[in-house]
């Protein structure tokens, strides 16, 4: 068994409002940055996950999302596996 880096983007789903991005998006326009337009705001996540092949690794990540990491009504995401495995308990 390795452990695989995985890289988690939660991302709103298009066309839902994203308070955050708009208060972020009406904060740049106050500082002068006016060609700034559709702020979106999510969370990268970066998990250390132990699996026998990255493909599993992944797939774990997906169950992470659709459990708990990701609210499947209002958020996208994506699972990325980063870099190469290290053998378990080994240094990165």
Known sequence: MSDYRLEIR????????????NAIEHALHS???????????G??????????SAAEARAQGE????????NPVTQDYTVGVVGEPAEAGGVR
């Open 10 to 21: 939660v991302t709103p789903r298009p066309g839902l409002l994203d308070p955050e991005g």
């Open 31 to 41: 500082l002068g940055f006016l060609n700034v337009t559709r702020v979106r705001v």
């Open 43 to 52: 969370r990268i996540m970066s998990l250390d996950v132990g699996a026998d």
């Open 63 to 70: 169950a992470m999302c659709r459990k708990l990491l990701a």
